[in-house]
């Protein structure tokens, strides 16, 4: 069996900045070396990767337009040739962008699956693939040489209103390949998808509306960023979970939005 030489690498994508970030720092402060990737926001990923190294001592930005297929089958190799190997991944970066069954157009169909569905399940191929070179099949596998995939989903799916059409079907796309990949890449990886409520802010909400969208849950109050990087934390930690999605919306899910929050 190969031993790992070096600390479990996580990557995170869209972890410049918002969730992405407060995963990657939660994982960090665990041990975890991070995988910053970013598309645009660079100054925040620069600061990103100098926090997480404070915390753990391994971490680098990874520059990435999820949308395109060359550059999302380049990433984890780029990841794996200068940081030595992956241990699991963490699909947080999304495209949301507004559109109703009335505007949808093939072209915000297919922008929002590539980058939300389509580039999961490409990295979770591709970190299949490692795993494998890494851990032959004609050696036992322990649980700790099972990689993790989670996939950030949205209590949304559960709680359907037709705001944010093409951004919906592409988090029910990736719904679907949480289960079906969760079948077909075990032993090897472990995939889990997490499911926030009304977490972050947007442009779209003003400070006081948001505050009062956060209490609208049967809880009193839905996600917080450290609730949401705490569960993904777990959903990486603990080895026997697989093929389901843990929500993380303090209920929100339980209840009938007939508008998405921005447009409440
Ligand atoms: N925030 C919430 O309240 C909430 C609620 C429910 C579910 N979620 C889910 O949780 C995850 C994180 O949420 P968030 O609010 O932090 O996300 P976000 O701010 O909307 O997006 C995170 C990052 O995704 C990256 N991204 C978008 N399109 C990309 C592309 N084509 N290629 C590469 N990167 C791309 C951007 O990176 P750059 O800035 O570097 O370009 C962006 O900063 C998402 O999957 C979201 O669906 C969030």
Known sequence: MSAKPFAPTVLVTGAAKRLGREVALALAAAGWRVAVHYRDSVEDAIKTVADCASLTGGAAAFRCNLGSETAVRN???TVIEQMGQVDALVNSASTFEHDTPES???????????????????????????MAERFPATQEQPATNTGAVVNLLDQKLWNQNPD?????????ALEAAN????LSLSPRLRVVGVAPGLTLTSHLLDDSKFAALHKLSPLGHS????????????ALQNQSITGTTLLVDGGQHLMRFERDFSLM
């Open 179 to 182: 289960t079906m990949l969760a």
């Open 223 to 234: 996600s917080t960023a450290k609730d949401v990087a705490a569960t993904v934390l777990f």
């Open 164 to 172: 944010f059409f093409s951004y919906t079907l592409s988090k029910a």
């Open 104 to 130: 949808f157009t093939f072209a915000a169909m297919e922008k929002h699956l590539r980058s939300n569905a389509g580039a999961a399940v490409l990295l979770a191929q591709a970190l299949h693939t490692h």
């Open 75 to 77: 990433l984890l190799p």
